[in-house]
């Protein structure tokens, strides 16, 4: 069995007490309960503070383009799907420039699990107002306070088809361990939404507001996560927001559909490229 060291590349540099560090922790320790072989794990980060994070963790790492994350992991599970693919993205990554990959890929339900760190502002920028910000945030680039309503990313994703939803809390890295070790295990696009504090730009949502404000699903013995519509209900209420498991359903994923005929991934294709029918093409362009 692995332990947590074997994951461990290097020392993180984040802001002292940034919830990422937790995030870190809780994906070695489903990394660990997984056994899961670092040559066969792809982690595939966008642009912000989380696009670190694949520097630290001994494992293969793609850092994508700003919301491109989704369609660099989705190209990487599609052409080889024995391989296990993370991605991870921020709340500006995932809900404002990625919004279209995100949508897409959870009706295609391809089989990658995606982290989504939302801090409420954009922190690597220094600060600016984010999708999910609530109306009235005051920040550097809304000083009057912003004028629209903030996005609910679990929600979007049950409306756009999601196999398996949750949403952990960097406050607590044991539940968030569990859920990102039930998404890597689900078949089919795993999306779990991790609120995390930023400590420097924030000072709104911290760790004693969001313990304030979420509650645990878990805690619940009458829901049932795979009841859409007591989903639906438990995230359209406005007051807390909760935690835990929110949505699972078993469907059929992409891969299943794309490789039914059980036709070779790409990868082990003859990639080799047609030399002379490149230099007629390229002919064209000169």
């Known amino acids: 069995m692995r332990k947590n060291k074997d994951y461990h590349l290097t020392e993180p540099t984040w802001c ?10 809780a994906l070695k320790k489903a990394a660990v309960a997984l056994n899961q072989d670092p040559e066969q794990f792809v982690i595939v980060t966008g642009i912000g503070c989380h696009g670190r994070l694949n520097n630290y ?3 293969y790492g793609f850092h994508a383009l700003h919301g491109r994350a989704l369609p660099v992991a989705s190209g990487v599970k599609l052409s080889n799907p024995s391989l296990s693919v993370l991605g991870i993205s921020g709340d500006g990554d995932a809900y404002s420039i990625g919004l279209g990959h995100f949508i897409h890929s959870l009706r295609r339900n391809i089989n990658i699990t995606y982290l989504v760190v939302d801090n409420r502002i954009y922190a690597l920028t220094q600060g600016q107002t984010s999708p999910t ?6 920040s550097v680039s809304t000083p009057y306070g912003s004028k629209e309503l903030s996005l609910n990313g679990p929600k979007l994703a049950l ?8 949403r952990g809390f960097s406050g607590n890295p044991t539940q968030l361990s569990t859920l990102i070790e039930k998404g890597m295990k689900h078949r089919g696009f795993a999306l779990i939404e991790v609120l995390s504090p930023c400590v420097t730009h924030n000072k709104v949502n911290t760790y004693q507001w969001f313990k304030k404000n979420t509650y645990n699903l878990d805690n619940d013995s009458d829901y ?5 519509m007591k989903a639906w209900k438990k995230l359209s209420k406005e007051k807390k ?3 835990g498991l929110i949505y699972v359903e078993k469907r059929q994923t992409y891969e299943d559909v794309v490789f039914q005929k059980e036709a070779e991934p790409i990868v082990f294709n003859d990639l080799r490229v047609d030399v002379p029918r490149l230099e007629k093409i390229m002919e064209k362009f000169k």
């Open 241 to 243: 927001i909760p935690l």
């Open 159 to 166: 409306a756009s088809g999601g196999s398996f939803i949750a």
């Open 133 to 138: 910000s609530e109306p009235g945030f005051v």
């Open 57 to 59: 963790f001994r494992s």
């Open 224 to 228: 049932n996560a795979r009841d859409k």
């Open 16 to 25: 002292k007490g940034c919830g990422i560090y937790s995030i870190f922790a």
